[in-house]
């Protein structure tokens, strides 16, 4: 009895330790955020300045009120990033500022994906028409990196530095041989030979199809890669195919011998080059200002206009619900759609995708409020990193589609995905079910036993029925004739450059083009934009911001790069219903 009083007590101690522990990081955490808001939110710009691009967060679509999104818990600040409009709209407004001297990237790895980068690498194109200076320097390029770098005037490369130039590679995890060995059986429907968001489950292998695929949509946006970069670099695309497919740039000595960098240069060094270029004598008089400080000198205006295009930010999984702000939850993203229709003063609607796709349910309850709006006003639809599968099916309703060349779209194909587990509760762990029911479907998708031939063929027929919809709306929103998609659907994943020349997508553009259809499309020479849905409020931010970052940052340290390998697995747990979901995750580097 003694042993047992003494374990209860250790339990109720360590219970109030913890949560005294919790309540301690809370309450740092919150006078963290106070002070971090009481500091001046205007920065003064000096002359001479410099714009410090650090691109070492996330590139989100919109920047977001919630006060942890880039909340640092070691140091207890925060670095607002803007999002992807804003960051483009602040470059453009640096062109024109006479403050501002130059530009700085400071970058090695990059998040983004590659239409963002292409966003923020077109405005620095851009910037360069003003004759305003560009400098760029890293330790390390990642092949990201050095796409954005590759517009600089002057590419600086640490002496002891890497520059990654070896081509795009794209690789799939496969679950076949795992399964086998837990004993658990998966049991696949799907629609279209390039579907291959279900081979992992099935194969040990890349099918052919899958390979063909995942192949010409690579060498596309590679092509694209290297054209970009030979025009501003002045280096032939062959030759860049040379060094690349024969692995040149092995050292910072490499990429200074095939000029893909203008000087190899410490840190110091390139900030006493900056110091000269902006008239300086001391380093602690050299400006530069954070992407973050020039925002908050340059706040968007508030405009007058009466007349609106609002933006419906759309980005994550597609899933049935309400969702979050990382996810594309149907509920709240119609009520988005539907706010936007019903607004008289909202003249024209822009929905910007960036999305892999999801629950095909999901998807069709957005694709119908799209009908609705465009009945009502000009819809357009503004395609960023990825807007594919359940992606296209929200954006095939459009009246026109906008991508960039290195957009992954299409995928348009369906797919389920059941497991049979009885073998491993029974073999594995000694557990077997059994039980009763009153018709002969009641238990149709039971996860404990192997489905019948009969249940395989309801279910086909309704992945068969949600495919045959799909690709008949995209006809009919795309005005193609259905043999036309079906010889381009089949779950076959393609580049905004192919996308384009098969039909897929209207134009090549960015956001800010998308919103100048709108505005010519409703007739509009004066409007202000609104941001729809609707951020949530600050105290729900807060209980599930905390918690969030926490998690995500112990996770991150816990699996360091196998942390992608947790977020796949994460996603495979929360698939639920029939699909409509890109078949390959690419992640390029």
Request: hydrophobic residues 40%; glycine residues 6%.
């Amino acid at each position: 009895m003694k042993q047992f009083f003494k374990m209860v007590f250790a339990s109720m101690l360590g219970a109030i330790l913890s949560a005294f522990a919790l309540l301690f990081i809370g309450i740092l955490i919150i006078v963290g955020l106070v002070a971090n808001a009481s500091k001046d939110t205007t920065t003064n710009i000096k002359e001479q300045s410099i714009l410090h691009l650090v691109l070492n967060n996330d590139i989100v679509e919109r920047s977001s009120d919630n006060p942890f999104k880039n909340f640092d818990i070691m140091n207890l600040d925060q670095d607002k990033q803007p999002g992807l409009t804003e960051m483009v709209a602040l470059i453009r407004t640096a062109a024109t500022d006479e403050n501002i001297k130059a530009i700085y990237l400071d970058i090695d790895e990059i998040s983004g994906g590659l239409a963002s980068i292409e966003e923020i690498r077109n405005a620095l194109i851009d910037f360069k028409k003003s004759e305003k200076t560009i400098y760029s320097y890293s330790e390390v390029y990642t092949q990201k990196a050095y796409y954005l770098a590759s517009v600089a005037d002057k590419i600086y490369l640490n002496p002891a530095g890497l520059l990654e130039f070896k081509g795009f590679s794209s690789k799939v995890m496969f679950f076949k041989g795992a399964l086998e060995k837990l004993a658990i059986e998966p049991e696949i429907i799907r629609v279209g030979s390039f579907k291959s968001a279900v081979e992992p489950y099935m194969l040990d292998h890349m099918s052919d199809s899958s390979k063909l695929q995942t192949s010409v949509l690579l060498n596309s946006i590679y092509q694209h890669f290297l054209n970009a970069i030979a025009k501003e670099r002045k280096i032939s695309v062959a030759d860049l195919n040379v060094m690349a497919n024969d692995l040149k740039i092995q050292s910072a000595q490499d990429a200074l011998k095939y000029k893909m960098v203008d000087a190899l240069k410490y840190k110091d060094e390139v900030l006493s080059m900056l110091l000269n270029a902006t008239n300086q004598k001391n380093i602690e008089d050299l400006s530069l200002v954070s992407i973050s400080d020039y925002q908050k000198s340059n706040p968007i205006p508030i405009s007058t206009a009466t007349e609106k295009i609002a933006i419906i930010y759309a980005a994550g999984e597609i899933v049935s619900g309400d969702g979050n702000e990382d996810n594309i939850g149907s509920e709240r993203v119609s009520a988005a759609i539907r706010k936007a229709r019903l607004d008289d003063q909202v003249k024209a609607i822009v929905l910007r995708i960036n999305s892999p796709g999801g629950s095909a349910l999901a998807s069709d309850v957005i694709w119908r409020e799209v009908i609705l709006a465009k009945k009502a006003k000009p819809v357009i639809a503004s395609m960023g990193d990825v807007a594919a599968s359940g992606g296209y099916y929200i954006a095939c309703a459009a009246d026109q589609i906008i991508a960039q060349p290195n957009t992954i779209t299409g995928s348009i194909g369906v797919f389920g995905v059941l497991f049979n587990t009885e073998k491993f509760f029974k073999d594995k762990l000694g557990i077997t079910f059994d039980g009763t029911k009153t018709s002969a479907y009641a238990d149709l998708g039971d996860y404990t036993r192997a489905m019948s031939p009969s249940e395989k063929n309801i279910i086909q027929r309704s992945v068969n029925q949600i495919y045959s919809d799909f690709t008949t709306k995209v006809a009919t929103g795309r005005k193609m004739p259905i043999n036309k998609v079906l010889n381009i659907a089949g779950g076959r994943v393609w580049s905004g450059t192919d996308a384009m020349r098969i039909g897929l997508v209207d134009s090549l553009g960015n956001l800010n083009d998308a919103i100048n259809i709108a505005a010519q499309k409703a007739n509009l020479k004066n409007y202000r934009i609104i941001n729809l849905p609707e951020e949530t409020n600050t105290i729900e931010k807060i209980l599930t911001g905390i918690s969030g970052k926490i998690k995500m940052e112990y996770l991150k340290s816990e699996y360091g790069a196998g942390y992608t390998y947790y977020q796949e697995f994460a996603r495979i747990k929360s698939i639920s219903g029939i699909q409509t979901r890109l078949p390959v995750n690419l992640n390029i580097q």
